[in-house]
């Protein structure tokens, strides 16, 4: 019989690949609580209606992506593709907006779409996702966009383009969308089908396509920035005057328009040349109607998530420190030394100290191997002397230095 293998586009967090998970949570969340955020972990799955009425219907998310199923009684579910309709639903739910003060979010965890599995694309994969609900912007904007690069740049990866750009209000942008559509329709047989299809319904989406003939022809085609009423051109304005301030290099792209419908004013993604073809590590925006769209008041709001393994590709070309070996490594030398070694570890490990062993005995040899392999700082040997002495013997496996000590104390070790 043939072993299992996991599902296409899903993917084992390796032991040697954990410690820069633990690295990049760890970074995140505590540059999000430094900047005044709280974590909010919502559940994976939701009500399909969130999604359909959050990212929009006529997506590539909604309308082939969606891992949905029926549940046994009978009510269509879906494994969350994203975070953000998530956190709305939960915010408003909760009520954690009322009054004066803006909730600001942060969550981390898996994410599933059903997307062609490529280099820098799974079906499941992770994302850190920072949202603010109840602060109509821009200063919140160059803020989230800020903490965006903080992050990424801690991290030490700074070979990254930040593009920014506004969509609009619905007040403005219909006259952009009116426009763009009557002049793409009359080059339509140079477009791709899918384009041709968005022409019809989603006519934005076509701003982004990566065909290269849809590219030229939106290349010469109107720009958002054309149609902007006032109150959207001031917010763009003042939000790239505040970035300039605090010297945050970014690049304003007119197509960039993003793949969920919920997106007004101001979006933006953050680029890395080493990524390939996804070169995305990070993309959002802002979202003023999603929340009264969901049911809720009129609650504006806006967030970015990061996709967590390109982040990690890009730190695993970076060079990284190893995960550090134990304090201890405890070689049984002998049967009767595995009751003692035992007790010697809990009371060690209960110290806080970093303690490792293998519970069966072995030859010194081996052992000291095991050490070596495991890194260990020092060994402590348990054979019949040291059974018959109550003393340990300890060595250091990088002076290699060896004293003794007894194996009733362990706050001496
Ligand atoms: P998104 O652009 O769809 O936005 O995803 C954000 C990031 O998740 C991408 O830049 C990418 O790094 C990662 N990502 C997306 N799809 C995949 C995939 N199939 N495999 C690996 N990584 C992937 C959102 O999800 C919005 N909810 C962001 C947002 C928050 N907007 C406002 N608030």
């Known amino acids: ?20 998970w633990r690295l990049m949570e760890d ?93 820098g694309r799974l079906r499941q994969f992770h994302q ?72 019809e319904h989603n006519p934005l989406r076509i701003l982004d396509c990566k065909n290269e003939q849809c590219r030229s022809e939106v290349m010469i085609g109107p720009k958002m920035d054309q149609f902007l009423c006032l109150s959207c051109k001031d917010h763009f304005q003042l939000l790239t005057t505040v970035l300039t301030q605090v010297n945050l290099n970014f690049r304003i792209d007119p197509l960039l328009v993003r793949g969920l419908d919920y ?16 070169s995305a590590v990070a993309g959002g925006g802002r979202y003023d109607g999603l929340c009264s769209k969901l049911g809720g008041a009129d609650i504006p709001g806006l967030g970015f998530a990061v996709g967590l393994e390109r982040l990690f590709m890009l730190l695993s070309q970076a060079d990284s420190p190893k995960e550090s070996g134990p304090d201890y490594y405890v070689a049984v030398l002998c049967p009767e030394a ?3 070694a035992f007790e010697l570890v809990q009371n060690l490990r209960a110290r806080g100290l970093k303690v490792e062993a293998d519970w069966e005995s072995g030859g010194l040899k081996s052992r000291l191997k095991r050490a070596d392999k495991a890194s260990a700082q020092r060994v402590i040997m348990l054979g019949p002397d040291e059974m018959a002495g109550g003393q340990a013997t300890i060595r250091d496996l990088s002076t290699k230095q060896q004293w003794n000590l007894p194996l009733d104390q362990p706050q001496r070790y």
């Open 1 to 20: 019989m043939s072993t299992l293998a996991a599902i296409r586009g899903f993917k084992d967090i390796l032991p040697d690949q954990s410690r820069l």
């Open 27 to 119: 970074k995140a969340r505590d540059l999000a609580l430094r900047f005044g955020y709280a974590e909010l972990s919502p559940p994976i799955m939701e009500k399909t209606e969130l999604f359909q009425r959050g990212i929009g219907e006529v997506t590539d998310i909604v309308e082939k992506e969606m891992y949905t199923m029926e549940d046994r009684s009978g009510e269509k579910i879906t494994l969350r593709p994203e975070a953000t309709a998530g956190l709305v639903r939960a915010v408003l739910e909760h009520n954690l907006c009322e009054g004066a003060r803006p909730a600001k979010l942060f969550c981390f965890g898996p994410m599933f779409r059903y997307e062609r599995p490529q280099k």
């Open 128 to 199: 850190f996702d920072v949202e603010v609900f109840g602060d109509v912007g821009p200063y919140i904007d160059a803020e989230i966009i800020l903490l965006l690069h903080t992050l990424l740049s801690e991290l030490g990866i700074n070979d990254l383009q930040v593009v920014v750009n506004s969509l609009g209000c619905p007040s403005c942008r219909p006259a952009f969308r009116e426009k763009l559509t009557s002049f793409l329709s009359e080059r339509q047989s140079s477009l791709c089908p899918d384009c041709r299809r968005r022409l």
């Open 263 to 278: 997106y007004t004013r101001t979006t933006f993604e953050v680029h890395s040349g080493q990524l390939g073809a996804q």
């Open 338 to 340: 595995l009751g003692p």
